[in-house]
């Protein structure tokens, strides 16, 4: 069925480093990965995603990579900052992109 | 700003209540979704509006019941709930299928 893996579930950093989390989806039929960060005890916030005609995007220190035939997409956060610590979480649409399924998450913690 | 409001923010409520949850966006989405948080877990898709019809429904148990009484707005009734169904719910938004999604602050659920 419908799977979306996400690895490491835990991510220390000391402060300007970098970060990699990466996923895997089951569906190739699914085009759409947003990515999401989510504080503690606030909404999840979508940072970035990427659509299945591209190989990778950049937002200024935060960029994403889609390998189609793997069915690997990653997150990369270059000079991470204390601000970056949060949850992350990467999501796969399915059902004709109304359906999300989204990895377990990973807790990033960036040490000053 | 949110701009996906819902309210309340905190709800406790007894298992022989009934309650809603409400949700309001004015970015003219067309599609509008609930989803149940648990801590430290992913968000979990229960149902999908589409055009304000009840697209999805993954298999949520009856004593959930969404209602989409015009394209800004959702609500989710409650009523008979147990221990299990407390959650944080959010309410998301998105103008179609496989385009970002919006989420609300949601609202933190207690059942006694």
């Known amino acids: 069925g419908e799977n979306v893996e996400q690895h490491p579930s835990t991510l220390s950093v000391q402060e300007g480093d970098s970060a990699v989390i990466k996923c895997t989806y089951s569906?190739?039929?699914?085009?759409?990965f947003p990515w999401y960060k989510q504080e503690l005890g606030k909404r999840p916030q979508l940072i970035i995603d990427i659509r299945s005609n591209v190989g990778e995007k950049k937002d200024q220190r935060i960029a994403v990579t889609l390998n189609k035939t793997a069915k690997h997409f990653s997150l990369h956060i270059t000079e991470t900052q204390p601000e970056d610590s949060a949850v992350y979480f990467c999501?796969?649409?399915?059902?004709?992109?109304?359906?999300?399924?989204f990895g377990a998450g990973t807790r990033l913690f960036v040490k000053a | 700003d949110t701009e996906v409001t819902q309210t309340p923010k905190h709800l406790v409520m007894g298992m022989t209540n009934k309650k809603s949850l409400k949700c309001e966006q004015h970015?003219?989405?067309?599609?509008m979704y609930w989803y149940k948080q648990k801590a430290k877990k992913p968000p979990e898709l229960m149902f999908v509006y589409s055009y304000e019809k009840l697209s999805i429904n993954e298999s949520v148990p009856s004593r959930f019941s969404p209602e989409c009484p015009n394209s800004s707005l959702l609500n989710l009734h409650l009523h008979a709930l147990q221990p299990e169904d407390s959650a944080l719910y959010l309410c998301?938004?998105?103008?179609?299928?496989?385009?970002?999604?919006?989420f609300g602050d949601g609202t933190r659920l207690s059942i006694l």
């Open positions: 569906d190739s039929a699914s085009n759409y």
């Open positions: 970015m003219g989405h067309r599609a």
């Open positions: 999501a796969a649409l399915y059902g004709g992109g109304f359906k999300t399924i």
């Open positions: 998301a938004s998105s103008s179609q299928g496989n385009q970002p999604q919006h």
